[in-house]
């Protein structure tokens, strides 16, 4: 196997196509790959063909590390802190030949706006207004759960995931985290751009490990579309299927995909953050009624972000404690919900 090229510790700026070095880079990068993914269809050799992908899947992540800078953020960034705004629009009961409908194109848009906390490791709260309406979601690195108006708070069932939006681009050190166990799927050109797809599938046990007498979540499956040019993720797509049976009842499926636009990335404190995206969210329910075929609901979100800042003082592990209707779930654990100052 030929030696890796070196990788630059500097981003690739999309429009500086005239930089000879930067070009130079790219296409070695993108000839390496080539090169090895073609054992899958010139050799026989399963042992070969898995190392290929692998390695393949590991020289992305490692190009989008050196693109985005955030090797400079390990060990030295305790807490990130993030707020943003949001324009939020949601067509229900589209039905089976609904059309889909853009943020402002039919209905009203909702204006909003969160805030995001981070406490490595694993620890996260998040904060998001629209229309009125305040929701809430957190993790004390041992419990993730959320807060809504309608349902109240409730924990997320399964192990502690780092939250989506984060992965939208703002957190790369997350993102290589995630995606450090992905299978390249090869190539793929969307919104213009040539990139390079990451596929990651929650295993049986994960999957197991969210369901529980009345609901399955039958899979779980994630896509990350990097640039070949500059390495950035540019794409994120993910799709999940449950299944929910009462007692003596039909079982219903919710099928979830979500797809978002990543874009204007900028530098924080040298690390390449991204600012700006549009997100789709697709709900369908179906098999209670086969008859009326399945419900859809759309829902489309553009969101930017207005300031990002690391290390922030102030911040201490009593900031991510869950809600007391949440801690009585867990009676028997023995889980530290604060500090010693606020222990009998």
């Known amino acids: ?52 992908v692998s390695s393949s899947a590991e020289y992305i992540i490692q190009h989008f590390t050196a693109a985005t800078g955030c090797r400079k953020l390990e060990g030295k960034v305790k807490n990130v802190y993030a707020t943003g705004k949001v324009r939020m629009a949601m067509v229900d009961e589209l039905g089976s030949g609904g ?24 620890k996260w709260l998040i904060e998001l207004v629209v229309g009125g309406h305040k929701v809430i979601a957190g993790s004390d690195g041992n419990v993730a759960w959320r807060h809504t108006p309608w349902i109240g708070a409730h924990t997320a069932k399964g192990g502690v995931r780092p939250l989506r939006r984060a ?15 992905a299978h390249y799927m090869g190539e793929k050109r969307i919104m ?49 299927l449950t299944r929910i049976q009462s007692p003596g009842t039909r079982p219903t499926y919710w099928e979830t995909t979500m797809a978002t636009k990543i874009e204007d990335y900028r530098t924080v404190e040298g690390v390449m953050i991204a600012h700006g995206g549009q997100s789709s969210a697709i709900i369908t329910r179906f098999g209670d009624n086969p008859k009326l075929g399945p419900a859809i609901t759309r829902m489309e979100e553009i969101w930017t972000i207005d300031d990002l ?6 911040l201490s592990m009593d900031c991510f404690i869950p809600p007391e209707e949440v801690q009585k779930y867990y009676p028997d654990e023995n889980l530290d919900w604060g500090s010693p100052l606020h222990r009998p």
């Not at 059309?99 to 694993?122: E, H, I, N, R, Y």
């Not at 992965?167 to 166990?181: I, K, N, T, Y």
């Not at 800042?309 to 102030?314: D, I, L």
């Open 1 to 52: 196997m030929n030696r890796l090229a070196p990788l630059s510790e500097e981003p690739v700026n999309e429009e500086e196509e005239d930089h000879i070095n930067s070009s130079k880079k790219t296409n070695s990068w993108r000839n390496w790959l080539k090169t090895h993914f073609s054992l899958l269809f010139n050799k026989k050799s399963d042992l070969k063909v898995l190392l290929s």
């Open 99 to 122: 059309s889909s409908a853009a943020v402002g194109s039919t209905g009203l848009s909702q204006k909003g706006c969160f805030v995001m906390w981070q406490m490595f490791p694993d």
């Open 167 to 181: 992965l939208q681009g703002l957190d790369p050190v997350a993102v290589s985290a995630v995606f450090s166990s």
């Open 192 to 240: 213009g751009v040539d990139c390079f797809v990451l596929k990651l599938s929650a295993d049986q046990t994960d999957l197991a490990d969210r369901g529980d007498n009345t609901a399955e979540m039958i899979k779980h499956v994630i896509f990350g579309y990097f640039s070949q040019r500059s390495g950035l993720l540019v794409y994120l797509e993910d799709s999940y």
């Open 309 to 314: 800042a690391f290390n922030v003082p102030g």
